[in-house]
């Protein structure tokens, strides 16, 4: 809820609204609670490097409407980008992540959802929306968190049903380009043990770019994103059962992600002069839409000194598909600019994901607490992908494949208080992975190899954590932990086979302090780690195509620095803070891949005889070495239970390369994001009206590349300047 801080702040005391108007402001931060260790705990208790979105970034974020991409440098460590719009985000911490643009990637950063891992890129697109929280667990998790988090979880919970209250809210914004963004919640009782809560957001923006090459205005970068939730709670009082069942799902139509060929000056990484972000000139089409559908039962027994919990989620893709011209087309029909038919697809056919997990934990809250039980993964995805000979013209060639995963986990988790300051977690869990993929159906496409692999793979995860209290308001930790992501494999195109990743093994050194400080004026957060991937899974990609191959790299090194703090600078000015430090490196002195090809862009790795490129030594793809971010919020209260706010951010992603060479053309610049949010507050926080921006200084940079003979880039969204109304009932 959007409300004066120092109203906000008497109302956690107990007191009525008028009353609170009346109580002395204060300046204490509010108590910072997380689920790093599937149970809630404070954030100094935990230990593990971990930062939570303020309830006011998430809102502010959001408010033109952006997709989850808009959590990307919003927390020390965190990079996410798409190079297929707002569906199949790819997601990185601390350097590590995977680039794979296909139906059938798997990342190394986990995305849990309302306690189900969403496994398939297309599955972490759905949209963020009325959510109590949003952690980033940075780090392997695997003792806790599903399967395939060596690099850490992002993790996302929505606001639950309440017993006993009817309340709601209704937000609207509209903005540039005609961008408007309606929410909706309602939260109703049924008797008093039921509750059920209705949540639905609507996003949507007109075509604002104009196609020069058709001579068509506004032809692009619309879209229509709706989303809804329901949740029933039941919660009989005394009973020792509850239980919260969750239906979701999605419908987005709209424009596919737009390449703008000859975007990237040649000798540099700079726009090139007379760039304009509204025009594009393409000889295809492009188009975009995902449907899905999913619901997740989570019930909870409480027995003597135990809790069994059950987790059983499903998840469909009734619907996907994504058609653009990744060459870019005409560089704005400039003159002797020319083109290749270089149009693709990506579709889901069918995409399932079953999950149940059991878990029993310890709730006697003595000095050991443990938890145990078992986890269950089953994935089915058929994906086509298609190119097509001419522009906007019939399909040359196309591949159908299907990629089904199976695995089973057990794992256990103890937390041991061995003296009062100081405390031991310890957590393992041992996985099974079976996968397999085949070709279902080809067209006009040569390959060599066999039409179909699989392999089975098992690995022992562990991590183990020492936490000291030096003070009551200063925690000291350290923690080692491994992580497993299990084989990988890449579609076969025009005579190349299916390519195959092996698994990779991760083990992670951290250590920090969190604290308190300042009569808890003053939250100061952080960690030093050090980690070593071996046999970590690349993604190469094609450089006159879009044909991606697999393979490992010997050994991978990341190290780095990170920093939260959150400040009550004055009883109405809240500030927040974070920083990190990412430093990677690949070891493989034999690893060679393809360089740029015929895209004229400067390569500078040492290139073999047979005119690849050896990349020991680079940092990962999408490793910013520096992020940082910073939030202020100022209260001005106005009396009667009025007043104005003024909340701002700004992130900062620095540079970083596209894929795995170095070239100067294909690498970020830096990129400085502003946000402001001016609003007005009555009736105690029930109404507020506000403006904003997103993207205030209208920053343009380009944000990735394709190698070929044209440089298309992918550039950042475009300044949105608007208006909000919220109101709560």
């Not at 890129?121 to 399967?147: C, H, M, T």
């Not at 809560?197 to 994103?225: H, M, P």
Request: proline share 4%; aromatic share 10%.
């Amino acid at each position: 809820m959007s409300m004066p801080l120092h109203v906000a702040m008497a109302q956690e005391d107990g007191a009525s609204a008028p009353e609170a108007e009346e109580q002395p402001a204060r300046s204490q931060l509010e108590e910072m609670t997380v689920t790093a260790s599937r149970n809630e705990e404070s954030v100094k208790e935990v230990p593990i490097s971990v930062t939570t979105v303020p309830q006011q970034q998430i809102e502010a974020l959001s408010s033109d409407g952006s997709d989850i991409r808009n959590l990307s440098g919003s927390t020390p460590s965190l990079v996410v980008e798409s190079s297929n719009g707002r569906s199949l985000p790819r997601f990185y911490i601390r350097g590590f992540g995977n680039t794979d643009f296909s139906t059938f990637a798997s990342q190394p950063v986990g995305l849990v959802y309302d306690d189900i891992q969403l496994s398939n890129p297309a599955l972490k697109s759905f949209p963020a929306f009325d959510l109590a929280s949003i952690e980033v667990l940075r780090g392997p998790q695997g003792s806790l968190f599903g399967r395939n988090t060596p690099a850490g979880v992002v993790k996302l919970e929505s606001a639950k049903p309440v017993l006993g209250t009817q309340e709601g809210y209704f937000s609207m914004s509209t903005g540039t380009y005609n961008s408007n963004n309606y929410e909706m919640v309602y939260n109703a009782p049924i008797g008093n043990d039921m509750a059920v809560r209705f949540s639905a957001i609507s996003q949507n923006r007109d075509d604002w770019v104009d196609d020069t090459f058709k001579d068509v205005k506004d032809e692009y970068g619309g879209y229509a994103d709706r989303a809804f939730r329901t949740q029933l709670l039941y919660d009989p009082a005394d009973s020792g059962f509850r239980a919260l069942l969750n239906v979701h799902g999605r419908d987005l139509d709209g424009t596919a992600r737009l390449f703008r060929a000859f975007t990237v000056l040649p000798g540099s990484n700079d726009l090139a002069p007379g760039f304009d972000i509204e025009k594009v000139a393409m000889d295809a089409r492009n188009e975009q839409a995902l449907k899905s559908l999913g619901a997740n039962a989570r019930m909870s027994w409480d027995f003597d000194n135990v809790t069994l919990y059950s987790i059983t989620g499903y998840e469909g893709i009734n619907h996907y598909f994504s058609r653009g011209d990744i060459d870019g087309g005409f560089s704005n029909g400039e003159e002797g600019a020319t083109a290749f038919p270089v149009e693709t697809s990506g579709q889901v056919d069918d995409l399932r994901q079953i999950t149940q997990e059991l878990r029993l934990a310890s709730n006697d809250g003595g000095f050991l607490d443990w938890q145990a039980g078992i986890y269950y993964f089953d994935e089915s995805v058929t994906g086509t992908g298609r190119t097509y000979g001419s522009p906007s013209g019939p399909v040359s060639n196309f591949t159908r494949n299907t990629q089904e995963t199976q695995s089973l986990a057990g794992f256990a988790a103890v937390d041991i208080a061995l003296t009062e300051r100081l405390k031991t977690k310890l957590g393992a869990r041992y996985t099974w992975n079976d996968k397999s993929f085949q070709v279902d159906e080809t067209f006009n496409t040569d390959f060599v190899g066999p039409r179909s692999d699989s392999d089975d793979s098992s690995k022992l995860s562990w991590d183990a954590s020492l936490s000291y209290a030096l003070t009551p308001q200063v925690t000291t930790y350290g923690r080692i932990a491994t992580g497993f992501r299990a084989q990988s494999y890449a579609a076969p195109d025009q005579n190349l086979p299916i390519t195959i990743a092996e698994p990779e093994e991760m083990i992670s050194y951290e250590a920090g302090f969190k604290s308190e400080l300042l009569d808890n004026r003053l939250r100061l957060n952080a960690s030093a780690y050090y980690y070593e991937v071996d046999g970590q899974q690349l993604t190469a990609a094609g450089t006159e195509d879009n044909i991606l191959r697999l393979l490992n790299a010997d050994t991978t090194i990341g190290q780095g620095l990170e920093l939260d703090l959150w400040a009550h600078v004055t009883e109405q000015l809240l500030v927040t803070f974070g920083a990190s430090y990412n430093d990677t490196e690949l070891d493989d002195p034999d690893l060679a891949v393809n360089g740029c090809g015929s895209a004229g862009c400067t390569n500078l790795d040492p290139e073999t005889d047979d005119g690849l490129f050896l990349i020991d030594g680079n940092p990962l793809p999408r490793a910013a070495k520096y992020i940082a971010n910073t939030t202020a919020r100022y209260d001005i209260p106005m009396g009667d239970g009025d007043g104005f706010y003024i909340f701002g951010d700004l992130s900062y992603t620095g540079e970083y390369n596209y894929g795995l060479t170095e070239s100067i053309e294909l690498k970020s610049n830096p990129l400085l994001l502003a946000g402001l949010r001016v609003a007005y507050t009555w009736d105690y926080g029930k109404y507020e009206v506000a403006g904003f921006c997103r993207n205030c200084t209208d920053e343009v940079e380009a944000l990735g590349a394709v190698a070929i003979n044209n440089m298309a880039a992918l550039v950042n969204e475009p300044r949105i300047i608007g208006a909000n109304f919220k109101m709560q009932f």
